[in-house]
């Protein structure tokens, strides 16, 4: 049992005591490859469900099946789980920002199940952010089990978000540039390595089981510089779509709150919705791969005005799935927008410019893609490494990064947050490492409490007060109740006139000179509210009281001294 | 090496708390087992510093320091002189015979030391009234570890220019190593010199013995 007990303790070992990188990247190993297991199974049950359904495909009834799918999913997740939904990664972000990368088991295959049945069926959503949030709950819990502290666990979470990724697409840079990007925020090079790992063990398992597949690698993707010029028009509707897309999920989410019902039935509404569109325009329905390997390949046949009403019909699609509480993530129905932007934009090049020779489709349908993914998750290195990834070439290099730059450039002017982490900016929970926030987070009141301060009582006459004054460092005093309740406090900056009139000594009583109607602090509050408050009313230091009883001072000179070295343990 | 959490926070001087977090969140290079903080040694200094922390592993050492004696009236007269029928016309004559008395000093330092009182001197007077002055230099002594009074009885009076116009008839002179320390003294020695009995029981010149008897009764009352 002990020779067990340490097993599971690998960090106590004495080879990984003093340094764990070694530590992580076996654990990054792991990680990877169970979480290209779970992204495996998500996208083979997937293909199946799919697969299953299209045999149907011509009975009236079909468009009940995304309702069903959205209703059962949304019922797992509330009722079997209890989880909210969502799609997981800002959830992610979060956890890893504030709890260390906690985050709980059945997160793991919560997401997966319910994404599994909402697109399965036929909603329009993404399986990445779910594979993401199982991977990196897969990653939270190995390093809970191996009992990692709060440090390594961020940087396992990370792997199994890599890994993930790495494993949907068979394109482990992706994996891992993704998760740098958008998860972790951070670039450090204890990170990269476990994370670079986990996505090649992601990549590699993928690669073992499903076999080495490079989807669009025998494309001829020859861009001449007029084609890089188009690219400028490309990035700007890319942003433009990404800019209403990120809109349309957001106030769909609003609309659908105002329906008051049971969450499953609320989500088998936008099914139904979902269902009806996808009469219509049957690529809406589902991920919506095949969608995109018909466009890059060139097989796709409809006309400008289709393609056009497609890309928001999708967006729309996507947006009634999720916002009316379906589960998925936006990652494959951006790609599948994008590649529709981009086929538009080639249709109607070739509309206004009939005599360029304009390279084929696909590469502007792949361009889409990634400024699609550059403009809504604001990750250019994410979209362009996985074109590259995907195409198995770097020709389309530098259009790619043209357009996934510009793209993520315009839509920060218009919506300065990424889709992922706009709801937490709003709640001010974006903690992103080494910034202001995120040092005033991690530090507690508790933790800057000065206990150098005498406390009086109130009913103390001012003769001993002044024996107190001679023996004490600080300027404030505190004072309490008979009780000892805290009652307030004597500023000696007020007190100064009495201090040499000898007259005084016996005639005054703390009671009288007492300040009552400071601000005081709780063990709960917010640093940053305190800061806040300290600034907003020019105090220097605030009383700290818990259960109405004096605890200590609060300074701003101690906060500075322990924030410089929060900062230098964080970042250094 | 081994401690407990709260050891170890004494030792880097920072709250329990952050040092607990920070060793949870994998920040310093420890780990906690079984309520125990495990690490090694030279790569938490080496931590330390590199995070301009510091860790102080040989705090038992420093204890020394506060086992020092306190500073009293009654320890820097013992550590003084008493002097009786110091001659001399003006205050120069009499600070002058006075320092030449001095036996624990060699001519160098005999020399330095009246120059720095006739400077003080020059300033103001050190005469705090009531025939007493208090010669002593304007900065701390050099080379001077522990706090001394030397006591100097004049050969009749001379005037000293003191608050009240008095001529003087005794000296104090004041020697301590740091300025707190001078200071402590001075607010001592006024604590006597305030008392009429013992002004009057200076005046009649009494032995080294039972003036520190006196002084100790002194010391005991406040």
Redesign the interface.
Same mark, same amino acid.
């Given at each position: 049992m002990r020779k067990l007990f340490s097993l599971r303790s690998p960090s106590r070992w004495f080879f990984f005591r003093a340094d764990d990188r070694l530590l992580l990247i076996l654990m990054g190993i792991i990680v990877g490859i169970c979480s290209g297991l779970a992204a495996l199974a998500l996208s083979y049950s997937l293909e199946t469900l799919l697969e299953f359904f299209h045999h149907y495909s011509q009975h009236w009834w079909v468009f009940i099946l995304p309702a069903i799918g959205a209703a059962l999913s949304s019922f797992f997740l509330n009722y079997v789980l209890k989880e909210g939904a969502g799609h997981g990664v800002p959830e992610v972000i979060y956890s890893v920002s504030r709890y260390g990368g906690l985050i709980r088991l059945r997160s793991s295959f919560s997401r997966l199940v319910s994404s599994c049945l909402t697109i399965g069926f036929g909603g329009s959503a993404g399986p990445e952010a779910p594979v993401v949030m199982s991977g990196a709950a897969i990653g939270s819990n190995i390093a809970n089990f191996f009992y990692l502290n709060d440090r390594q666990r961020v940087t396992l979470v990370g792997c199994g978000a890599a890994g993930a990724i790495a494993a949907i697409f068979n394109a482990p840079i992706a994996g891992m540039i993704f998760t740098m990007e958008v998860i972790l925020g951070e670039w450090s090079m204890v990170n990269i390595i476990p994370i670079a790992i986990a996505s090649v063990a992601g990549a590699e398992t993928s690669r073992l089981l499903v076999g080495n597949y490079i989807k669009f690698s025998h494309l001829t993707l020859n861009t001449n510089f007029i084609d890089m010029v188009a690219c400028f028009g490309l990035a700007a509707v890319t942003a433009i779509v990404s800019i209403l897309m990120t809109r349309m999920l957001r106030n769909m989410h609003h609309v659908s709150e105002k329906v008051k019902t049971k969450p499953w039935i609320r989500a088998a509404m936008g099914g139904c919705l979902v269902g009806l569109l996808g009469f219509q325009v049957p690529e809406v329905l589902g991920e919506g791969y095949h969608a995109i390997e018909a466009m890059v390949q060139g097989t796709f046949k409809a006309g400008l005005l289709v393609v056009a009403v497609a890309a928001f019909a999708k967006i729309l699609a996507t947006s009634l799935t999720l916002g009316w509480g379906g589960s998925g993530g936006i990652f494959a129905p951006c790609l599948v927008i994008g590649s529709f932007t981009g086929l538009a934009f080639h249709r109607l090049l070739v509309i206004v410019f009939p005599e360029i020779a304009w390279v084929n489709e696909g590469c502007f349908a792949l361009l889409g893609m990634a400024g699609m993914i550059s403009g809504i998750l604001q990750a250019p290195l994410t979209g362009i490494f996985l074109i590259v990834e995907i195409t198995g070439s770097s020709e389309v290099m530098l259009p790619l990064i043209a357009v996934s730059s510009i793209s993520t450039t315009l839509c920060h002017y218009f919506e300065p947050a990424s889709f992922y982490v706009k709801d937490l900016v709003e709640k001010g929970q974006l903690l992103r490492p080494g910034t202001d926030e995120r040092v005033l987070t991690d530090l507690s009141v508790a933790e800057l409490l000065e206990f150098d301060c005498v406390v009086i009582k109130k009913n103390m006459m001012f003769r001993e007060f002044i024996e107190v004054v001679k023996s004490s460092k600080r300027n404030y005093y505190p004072v309490e109740n008979e009780d000892g309740s805290f009652a307030g406090i004597v500023y000696f900056d007020e007190i100064r006139p009495y201090l040499f009139d000898t007259l005084m000594y016996d005639a005054i009583i703390i009671e009288q000179i007492v300040d009552d109607k400071v601000r005081v602090v709780n063990y709960t509050d917010d640093l940053s509210e305190v800061l806040k408050t300290m600034d907003n009313n020019g105090l220097y230091s605030m009383p700290v009281v818990s259960n109405n009883r004096f605890a200590g001072m609060i300074s701003k000179a101690t906060i500075l001294d322990h924030y410089r070295k929060e900062l230098k343990v964080q970042t250094t | 090496m081994n401690l407990s959490l709260s050891e170890l926070a004494k030792k880097l001087n920072?709250?329990e708390?952050?040092v607990e977090?920070?060793? $949870?969140?994998?920040?310093?290079?420890v780990?906690k087992?079984s309520g125990k903080c495990?690490f #090694?040694k030279s790569?938490l200094i080496k931590w330390a510093s $590199?995070? #301009?922390?510091k860790f102080m592993i040989f705090e038992e050492n420093n204890k020394i320091g506060d086992d020092k004696k306190e500073l009293t009236f009654l320890s820097s007269m013992e550590n003084g002189e008493v002097f009786y029928d110091v001659k001399g016309e003006d205050i120069y004559g009499v600070l002058e015979n006075a320092v030449n008395k001095i036996s624990s000093f060699d001519e160098n330092q005999k020399k330095d030391l009246l120059a720095k009182l006739i400077e003080r001197e020059n300033l103001t007077s050190t005469g705090i009234g009531n025939g007493i002055a208090i010669p002593h230099p304007r900065v701390p002594v050099e080379n001077f570890s522990e706090s001394a009074v030397i006591t100097c009885f004049i050969d009749g009076t001379v005037d000293f220019n003191a608050i009240d116009g008095k001529p003087v008839f005794i000296l104090f002179i004041l020697l301590s190593p740091s300025t707190k320390e001078h200071l402590s003294l001075l607010s001592k020695l006024a604590f006597c010199m305030r008392d009429i009995s013992f002004v009057e029981f200076l005046k009649s010149k009494p032995s080294k013995d039972s003036l520190i008897e006196k002084v100790s009764e002194f010391e005991n009352k406040s």
């Amino acid at each position: 049992m002990r020779k067990l007990f340490s097993l599971r303790s690998p960090s106590r070992w004495f080879f990984f005591r003093a340094d764990d990188r070694l530590l992580l990247i076996l654990m990054g190993i792991i990680v990877g490859i169970c979480s290209g297991l779970a992204a495996l199974a998500l996208s083979y049950s997937l293909e199946t469900l799919l697969e299953f359904f299209h045999h149907y495909s011509q009975h009236w009834w079909v468009f009940i099946l995304p309702a069903i799918g959205a209703a059962l999913s949304s019922f797992f997740l509330n009722y079997v789980l209890k989880e909210g939904a969502g799609h997981g990664v800002p959830e992610v972000i979060y956890s890893v920002s504030r709890y260390g990368g906690l985050i709980r088991l059945r997160s793991s295959f919560s997401r997966l199940v319910s994404s599994c049945l909402t697109i399965g069926f036929g909603g329009s959503a993404g399986p990445e952010a779910p594979v993401v949030m199982s991977g990196a709950a897969i990653g939270s819990n190995i390093a809970n089990f191996f009992y990692l502290n709060d440090r390594q666990r961020v940087t396992l979470v990370g792997c199994g978000a890599a890994g993930a990724i790495a494993a949907i697409f068979n394109a482990p840079i992706a994996g891992m540039i993704f998760t740098m990007e958008v998860i972790l925020g951070e670039w450090s090079m204890v990170n990269i390595i476990p994370i670079a790992i986990a996505s090649v063990a992601g990549a590699e398992t993928s690669r073992l089981l499903v076999g080495n597949y490079i989807k669009f690698s025998h494309l001829t993707l020859n861009t001449n510089f007029i084609d890089m010029v188009a690219c400028f028009g490309l990035a700007a509707v890319t942003a433009i779509v990404s800019i209403l897309m990120t809109r349309m999920l957001r106030n769909m989410h609003h609309v659908s709150e105002k329906v008051k019902t049971k969450p499953w039935i609320r989500a088998a509404m936008g099914g139904c919705l979902v269902g009806l569109l996808g009469f219509q325009v049957p690529e809406v329905l589902g991920e919506g791969y095949h969608a995109i390997e018909a466009m890059v390949q060139g097989t796709f046949k409809a006309g400008l005005l289709v393609v056009a009403v497609a890309a928001f019909a999708k967006i729309l699609a996507t947006s009634l799935t999720l916002g009316w509480g379906g589960s998925g993530g936006i990652f494959a129905p951006c790609l599948v927008i994008g590649s529709f932007t981009g086929l538009a934009f080639h249709r109607l090049l070739v509309i206004v410019f009939p005599e360029i020779a304009w390279v084929n489709e696909g590469c502007f349908a792949l361009l889409g893609m990634a400024g699609m993914i550059s403009g809504i998750l604001q990750a250019p290195l994410t979209g362009i490494f996985l074109i590259v990834e995907i195409t198995g070439s770097s020709e389309v290099m530098l259009p790619l990064i043209a357009v996934s730059s510009i793209s993520t450039t315009l839509c920060h002017y218009f919506e300065p947050a990424s889709f992922y982490v706009k709801d937490l900016v709003e709640k001010g929970q974006l903690l992103r490492p080494g910034t202001d926030e995120r040092v005033l987070t991690d530090l507690s009141v508790a933790e800057l409490l000065e206990f150098d301060c005498v406390v009086i009582k109130k009913n103390m006459m001012f003769r001993e007060f002044i024996e107190v004054v001679k023996s004490s460092k600080r300027n404030y005093y505190p004072v309490e109740n008979e009780d000892g309740s805290f009652a307030g406090i004597v500023y000696f900056d007020e007190i100064r006139p009495y201090l040499f009139d000898t007259l005084m000594y016996d005639a005054i009583i703390i009671e009288q000179i007492v300040d009552d109607k400071v601000r005081v602090v709780n063990y709960t509050d917010d640093l940053s509210e305190v800061l806040k408050t300290m600034d907003n009313n020019g105090l220097y230091s605030m009383p700290v009281v818990s259960n109405n009883r004096f605890a200590g001072m609060i300074s701003k000179a101690t906060i500075l001294d322990h924030y410089r070295k929060e900062l230098k343990v964080q970042t250094t | 090496m081994n401690l407990s959490l709260s050891e170890l926070a004494k030792k880097l001087n920072l709250p329990e708390s952050t040092v607990e977090r920070w060793i $949870k969140q994998g920040r310093m290079p420890v780990h906690k087992e079984s309520g125990k903080c495990i690490f #090694n040694k030279s790569s938490l200094i080496k931590w330390a510093s $590199k995070h #301009n922390l510091k860790f102080m592993i040989f705090e038992e050492n420093n204890k020394i320091g506060d086992d020092k004696k306190e500073l009293t009236f009654l320890s820097s007269m013992e550590n003084g002189e008493v002097f009786y029928d110091v001659k001399g016309e003006d205050i120069y004559g009499v600070l002058e015979n006075a320092v030449n008395k001095i036996s624990s000093f060699d001519e160098n330092q005999k020399k330095d030391l009246l120059a720095k009182l006739i400077e003080r001197e020059n300033l103001t007077s050190t005469g705090i009234g009531n025939g007493i002055a208090i010669p002593h230099p304007r900065v701390p002594v050099e080379n001077f570890s522990e706090s001394a009074v030397i006591t100097c009885f004049i050969d009749g009076t001379v005037d000293f220019n003191a608050i009240d116009g008095k001529p003087v008839f005794i000296l104090f002179i004041l020697l301590s190593p740091s300025t707190k320390e001078h200071l402590s003294l001075l607010s001592k020695l006024a604590f006597c010199m305030r008392d009429i009995s013992f002004v009057e029981f200076l005046k009649s010149k009494p032995s080294k013995d039972s003036l520190i008897e006196k002084v100790s009764e002194f010391e005991n009352k406040s």
